[in-house]
């Protein structure tokens, strides 16, 4: 079957850094994207990884790696403003994207 | 604003009712996404517009009923549907869909539906 896990919640300090982790199994693989959602609103796209490495967009990086079905999401200096859900989602082999639970990331003053 | 809008954004209904959501989008695309996203799971593809044509339906009961007239308004009908329906129904668009590639997807705020 297809299965993406991600932590159900994490707890972070403001200022500090975060690492969400994403391990997936799905049949074939064309990328890995994650989402920020927060609480009452659309999810927005944060980042796309199809090859192995680090992709890093200001505050935030992603990283990927395929031979492990692993990714993780790295937010420095974090912001009261970053508290929301973080949905990790895998595209498979038929172009539909295979979602996570997604992580809720609570940020503290 | 993601340029993918949706109405309404809550609904309360009873089961014998029939309503309809409407999820428009002005970026241009092609595919368009029906989502249902209940709380703490992941979110769930329900049907799947490509150049306005049918492309998914996942298993998804009958009593929801999706039509797609145009490449930038997707509607889902839905009729006598059950308490257990009650969710958030998120709308996508995407530039395009093919075999072998992952598109981005763009969302609407959603609709927070409740069925008594």
């Known amino acids: 079957g297809q299965n993406i896990d991600q932590p159900t919640e994490m707890t972070a300090t403001e200022g500090a850094i975060v690492q969400i982790n994403c391990t997936y199994q799905t049949s074939g693989f064309n990328g890995l994207f994650w989402y920020q959602q927060h609480a009452g609103e659309a999810p927005t796209f944060l980042s796309y990884?199809?090859l192995d490495g680090l992709e890093e967009k200001g505050r935030f990086s992603s990283f990927l790696s395929r031979s492990k079905g692993y990714s993780y999401l790295l937010l420095k200096e974090l912001q009261m403003n970053d508290s929301a859900s973080y949905l990790c989602a895998v595209g498979d082999s038929n172009y539909q994207l295979i979602w996570g639970a997604g992580t809720k990331l609570i940020i503290k003053p | 604003e993601t340029g993918v809008t949706q109405t309404p954004r809550h609904l309360v209904m009873g089961m014998t009712n029939k309503k309809s959501l409407k999820c428009e989008q002005h970026?241009?695309?092609?595919?368009m996404y029906w989502y249902k996203q209940s709380a703490k799971k992941p979110l769930e593809l329900m049907f799947v517009y490509n150049f306005k044509e049918q492309t998914e339906n996942n298993s998804v009961p009958s009593r929801f009923s999706p039509e797609c007239p145009n490449s930038s308004h997707l509607f889902l009908h839905l009729h006598t549907l059950q308490p257990e329906d009650s969710a958030l129904y998120l709308c996508a668009s995407s530039p395009h869909l093919e075999r072998g590639g992952a598109d981005t997807q763009y969302f609407g705020p959603g609709t927070r539906l409740t069925v008594l």
């Open positions: 990884n199809v």
């Open positions: 970026l241009g695309h092609n595919a």
